[in-house]
């Protein structure tokens, strides 16, 4: 089973500062990494598909990079309506596995 | 707009069964696979099962394989996980999720609501 570690669990930060959170995969999953953007009371949204693809209607600030075992997701210029909870996600196989999550607060 | 609703969830005795249902709008529901993922209270994610958009091929964790089964009627535009031998460490919300391709292991682009499964004596 591949494990996803993120990091942080947690980030607390101002409006308009940049923020990275990372994936770490505990074996290579090529770029079958994905991640999404999660608020309170509303379902999971997918952000960036395969490690860097983004997604229509998914704003520009959000850009994904990395691969094999080392991902990050950055948030440009973090606007208030970001604060979320942040999952990374695998399919390169079975069984499918999400990191724990990153709980973005917004000062 | 796509959309996912979940039904189905209730409260139920260890060892009994439950079956959830997926129903699907907005899209070609046979065209695309179907995941289940599961959160637990206080708990990450744990994905369930997929099947893909003709039924054909279908995946399972340990965890369930063996107790669950994923069918779909692309008829119905819906999607079943039919849970048997149920357990305490099984209650949690149960999600469905649609794939971006008719295959399984793809991201998954869609998510419904949910719907809770409390296992309980």
């Known amino acids: 089973e591949t494990v996803l570690t993120q990091s942080p669990d947690f980030q607390s930060v101002t409006p308009k500062e940049k923020v990275t959170i990372t994936c770490r995969a505990s074996?290579?999953?090529?770029?079958?990494l994905h991640w999404y953007q999660q608020k309170p009371g509303q379902s999971p949204k997918l952000l960036i598909r395969?490690?860097?693809q983004s997604i229509s209607g998914v704003p520009s600030r959000f850009s994904g990079s990395g691969s094999e075992t080392d991902f990050s997701l950055t948030i440009n210029s973090l606007e208030a309506e970001d604060a979320a909870t942040y999952y990374c996600?695998?399919?390169?196989?079975?069984?499918?596995?999400f990191g724990q999550g990153t709980k973005l607060e917004i000062k | 707009e796509v959309q996912l609703l979940e039904s189905g969830g209730d409260l139920v005795q260890p060892g009994g069964s439950l079956r959830l249902s997926c129903t699907g709008s907005?899209?070609?529901?046979?065209?695309?696979?179907i995941n289940w993922v599961r959160q637990a209270p206080g708990k990450g994610r744990e994905w369930v099962s997929s099947?893909?958009?003709?039924?054909?091929?279908?995946y399972y964790p340990d965890s369930v394989k063996g107790r669950f089964t994923v069918s779909r009627d692309n008829s119905r535009n819906t999607v079943y996980l039919q849970m048997n031998s149920l357990r305490a460490e099984d209650t949690a919300v149960y999600s469905c999720?649609?794939?971006?391709?008719?295959?399984?292991?793809?991201?998954?682009?869609?998510w419904g609501q949910g719907a809770l499964v409390t296992v309980s004596s």
């Open positions: 999720a649609k794939s971006s391709n008719r295959n399984c292991g793809y991201d998954f682009d869609s």
């Open positions: 907005g899209f070609t529901f046979s065209s695309f696979a």
């Open positions: 099947i893909s958009g003709s039924g054909d091929a279908t």
């Open positions: 074996q290579s999953i090529g770029s079958s």
């Open positions: 395969y490690a860097s």
């Open positions: 996600h695998q399919s390169r196989g079975v069984p499918y596995t």
